[in-house]
C-alpha cells in the first residue's frame, strides 16, 4: 500500500495541472455555452426572486404529485386484487422496488447516525 502512495501523488499532480493549465478556458466555455440561463445583473434581489419562483413553484406542483400518487396506489391496489393475473415480470418489478425501499432505508439509517456502523459483528 505505501509503495503506491508516491504512484497516487504524481497522479494527482498531473490532474492538478491540467485543471490549472485548463481551468480557466473550461470556465469561459461553460459560460459561453448556457449564457442563456444567466441573470444580468447579477443582483441579490434576482437571486431571491429566482429563489421565490422556484419555491412557489415546486409548491404548485404537489396537487399533480399528490394526484400520481394515488393513482399508482390504486394501480398497485389493482395488481394485488387480481393477484392470479400477476406474471414474473412484475413480481420482480415488484421485489426490485422493495429492495429500493429497504436500500434507501437503511443508507439513511447509516446517514443519520453519522456515517457509524453500530450492532454488528464485523
Same mark, same amino acid.
Given at each position: 500500500?505505501? #509503495?503506491?502512495?508516491?504512484? *497516487?501523488? #504524481?497522479? &494527482?499532480?498531473?490532474?492538478?495541472? $491540467? &485543471?490549472?493549465?485548463? /481551468?480557466? #478556458?473550461?470556465?469561459? =466555455?461553460?459560460?459561453?455555452?448556457?449564457?442563456?440561463?444567466?441573470?444580468?445583473?447579477?443582483?441579490?434581489?434576482?437571486?431571491? #426572486? *429566482?429563489?421565490?419562483?422556484?419555491f412557489?413553484?415546486?409548491?404548485?406542483?404537489?396537487?399533480?404529485?399528490?394526484?400520481?400518487?394515488?393513482?399508482?396506489?390504486?394501480?398497485?391496489k389493482? =395488481?394485488?386484487?387480481?393477484?392470479?393475473? =400477476?406474471?414474473?415480470?412484475?413480481? @420482480?418489478?415488484?421485489a426490485?422496488?422493495? *429492495?429500493?425501499?429497504?436500500?434507501?432505508?437503511? /443508507?439513511?439509517?447509516? &446517514?443519520?447516525?453519522?456515517?457509524?456502523?453500530? @450492532?454488528?459483528? $464485523?
Open positions: 500500500m505505501a #509503495s503506491k502512495i508516491p504512484q *497516487l501523488q #504524481s497522479k &494527482v499532480t498531473q490532474a492538478s495541472e $491540467v &485543471v490549472a493549465n485548463n /481551468g480557466a #478556458s473550461y470556465y469561459k =466555455l461553460l459560460m459561453e455555452q448556457n449564457k442563456h440561463y444567466i441573470q444580468d445583473p447579477p443582483t441579490i434581489e434576482k437571486c431571491q #426572486s *429566482l429563489a421565490k419562483q422556484l412557489y413553484t415546486r409548491l404548485a406542483s404537489i396537487p399533480h404529485r399528490y394526484n400520481a400518487f394515488w393513482k399508482e396506489l390504486d394501480h398497485a389493482n =395488481l394485488l386484487k387480481n393477484r392470479k393475473d =400477476l406474471n414474473i415480470e412484475n413480481a @420482480g418489478i415488484a426490485f422496488f422493495g *429492495l429500493e425501499c429497504f436500500a434507501w432505508f437503511w /443508507g439513511g439509517e447509516i &446517514v443519520g447516525r453519522g456515517f457509524t456502523f453500530t @450492532g454488528y459483528c $464485523v
